[in-house]
């Protein structure tokens, strides 16, 4: 199966950005790729996705207007450029992609994606 590895977390100050990379072991051409995280003690949550075919992307309501996901030209790095972090995106995040469905099943099941190990974002006061 395809592999991704995460990179380009880091400890920033609230108001900073990052900009985290998704690496693919493949073209990711084809692939749904989405965002989660997890910070510690709490559940998992979708960050943002994009779909092959779909020039729309979907993102949760609590990054709207602050992150944006993208795919490198090459469609082999997918990104989530991340800016204005706040203490609350404290969290491991993690790429996941996923042959495209044609719908939104890997927002919904994001199990059934293929995982990366993940890179962890600090967000200090």
């Known amino acids: 199966q395809v592999q991704v590895v995460e990179s380009g977390g880091g400890l920033v100050q609230s108001g900073g950005s990052l900009r985290l990379s998704c690496a693919a072991s493949?073209?990711?051409?084809?692939?749904?790729i989405g965002w989660f995280r997890q910070a510690l003690g709490k559940e998992r949550e979708g960050v943002a996705m994009?779909?092959?075919?779909?020039?729309?992307?979907h993102s949760a309501d609590f990054v709207k207007g602050r992150f944006t996901i993208s795919v490198s030209n090459d469609k082999k790095t997918a990104y989530l450029q991340m800016n204005n972090l706040k203490r609350e995106d404290t969290a491991l995040y993690f790429c996941?992609?996923?042959?495209?469905?044609?719908?939104?099943?890997?927002?919904?099941?994001?199990?059934?994606?293929?995982w990366g190990q993940g890179t962890q974002v600090s967000v200090s006061a």
């Open positions: 996941t992609v996923e042959r495209s469905s044609g719908g939104m099943r890997l927002w919904r099941f994001p199990e059934k994606g293929t």
């Open positions: 493949v073209s990711l051409d084809g692939y749904d």
């Open positions: 994009m779909r092959r075919g779909d020039p729309a992307t």
